[in-house]
Antibody, heavy 121, light 106 residues
Framework: EVQLMDSGGGLVQPGGSLRLSCAAS????????MNWVRQTPGKGLEWVSYISAGGDTIYYADSVKGRFTISRDNAEKSLYLEMDSLRDEDTALYYC??????????????WGQGTLVTVSS | DIQMTQSPPSLSAAVGDRVTITCRAS??????LNWFQQKSGQAPKLLIY???SLQSGVPSRFTGSGSGTDFTLTISTLQPEDFATYYC?????????FGPGTKVDI
């Protein structure tokens, strides 16, 4: 059974840092690209970052570029999101998401349960 | 960036109704258009990918259609468990953007 377990969220002050983790099981993690997506009541669903299966291709949303770093450890079957210089507007539920290619189309088929990040003084 | 809009923002329907949700992209999408269902307290669930392909395990009452900039999700016969919020998403190019969602009340 495919499982993605998000963790690492919590309360942090503005300007602080946090590291999110996503532990994968039930599939060959090293052969799948992964994404981080966040959700707030006010802004809905927002894609945050992408990393290819081998870690050689990375994308970021403009809103987090220069502050967040995505990485992965295929041996440990884990995905990470290092978040620095956190702002109030980074407060959200963060999901890791598995990406699959089917017939030339990108689709996101499995999501973690989410980990809540709250940025507040 | 490709902006996604949805209509209506919310709707009320009865069990057995046919429901249609519309999604519009700010520029042409080749086919990388997906639909997600999200129930309260749960992560989004993939329903439809590549405009009209039904994800494994999803009931056939869900269908997707459209092309270019205009896309539609149809629920043919609404069931009580379909109470949820529905999002469209484009995965043609980063940033991979979502629509604002359509909340379906039963």
């Amino acid at each position: 059974e495919v499982q993605l377990m998000d963790s690492g969220g919590g309360l942090v002050q503005p300007g602080g840092s946090l590291r999110l983790s996503c532990a994968a099981s039930g599939f060959s993690f090293s052969t799948y690209s992964m994404n981080w997506v966040r959700q707030t009541p006010g802004k809905g669903l927002e894609w945050v970052s992408y990393i290819s299966a081998g870690g050689d291709t990375i994308y970021y949303a403009d809103s987090v570029k220069g502050r967040f770093t995505i990485s992965r450890d295929n041996a440990e079957k884990s995905l990470y999101l290092e978040m620095d210089s956190l702002r109030d507007e980074d407060t959200a539920l963060y999901y890791c998401v598995r990406e699959l290619w089917s017939a030339g189309y990108r689709l996101w088929d499995y999501w973690g349960q989410g980990t809540l990040v709250t940025v507040s003084s | 960036d490709i902006q996604m809009t949805q209509s209506p923002p919310s709707l009320s329907a009865a069990v057995g109704d046919r429901v249609t949700i519309t999604c519009r992209a700010s520029r042409r999408i080749s086919g990388d258009l997906n639909w997600f269902q999200q129930k309260s307290g749960q992560a989004p669930k993939l329903l439809i990918y590549a405009v009209s392909s039904l994800q494994s395990g999803v009931p056939s009452r869900f269908t997707g259609s459209g092309s270019g900039t205009d896309f539609t999700l149809t629920i043919s016969t609404l069931q009580p468990e379909d109470f949820a919020t529905y999002y469209c998403q484009q995965t043609q190019s980063a940033p991979f953007t979502f629509g604002p969602g359509t909340k379906v009340d039963i």
